[in-house]
């Protein structure tokens, strides 16, 4: 049972260009929502997370939009760079329990020169 | 160093061998996770530790697999007769206390079976 659904699959951005990644969830249970980063043969690592009070939060070039209604959140990356190339995966967590994450299956972004 | 080490990087192991794959997390960390991460997918959850306390084991996927951290620092996954469909990355991370508390991950141990 997926209950954290994330599009698109892969994605190719422009230098500077906006980077828009998707999820979904379904567990109402819910109550965090970090977004991270992967680089091939590393681990995951934190990039920004949301808590379901706020409707926005930014962190430099980094945006997460959340809308609770339509359970759906979404990281934005401004100004692409080729740096950012990488794995990235939405999660959510319920928090109180053993605070397990829940990841998405990833979005595989490239950033061309 | 200061980060979450896993070991052995990589390992490959004949079907219906028992595999060892060992957590170091980060010193002080009171909370271990364990992590299963197929090729192209998200890691997904295994087991959980609070100190040496196994306190979620729900995500293992089989009665071959066992976690411990005895003295609730280093951590052991252990597989028993492992199958093809073991082959994944193995991930461990460490939190401190307080749920909010960012996960750190380690580098993942790799393993092949054939």
């Known amino acids: 049972q997926q209950q954290v659904k994330q599009s698109p699959q892969s994605l190719i951005v422009q230098k500077g260009g906006i980077s828009i990644i998707n999820c979904a969830y379904e567990n109402t249970a819910f109550d965090y929502f970090p977004w991270y980063q992967q680089f091939p043969g590393k681990g995951p690592a934190l990039l920004i997370a949301i808590r379901p009070d706020v409707s926005e939060k930014k962190e430099g070039r980094f945006t997460i939009s959340f809308n609770k209604s339509a359970k759906q959140f979404s990281l934005h990356i401004m100004d692409s760079q080729p740096g950012d190339s990488a794995t990235y995966f939405c999660?959510?967590?319920?928090?109180?329990?053993?605070?397990?994450?829940?990841f998405g299956t990833g979005t595989r972004l490239q950033v061309t020169l | 160093g200061a980060g979450v080490s896993q070991s052995p990087r990589y390992k490959v192991a004949k079907r219906g061998q028992d595999v060892a794959l060992r957590c170091d997390p980060i010193s002080g960390h009171v909370s271990l996770f364990w992590y299963q991460q197929a090729l192209g997918q998200g890691p997904e959850f295994l087991t959980y530790f609070q100190n040496e306390a196994q306190l979620d084991k729900s995500g293992l996927p089989s009665d071959r697999f066992f976690a411990e951290r005895p003295e609730g620092s280093v951590s052991t996954l252990k597989i028993q007769r492992t199958q093809q469909e073991d082959s994944a990355v193995y991930l461990c991370?460490?939190?401190?206390?307080?749920?909010?508390?960012?996960?750190?991950f380690g580098p993942g141990t790799r393993l092949t079976v054939l």
């Open positions: 991370a460490s939190r401190s206390r307080g749920s909010y508390n960012e996960q750190f």
């Open positions: 999660a959510a967590m319920q928090t109180g329990t053993a605070s397990k994450l829940t």
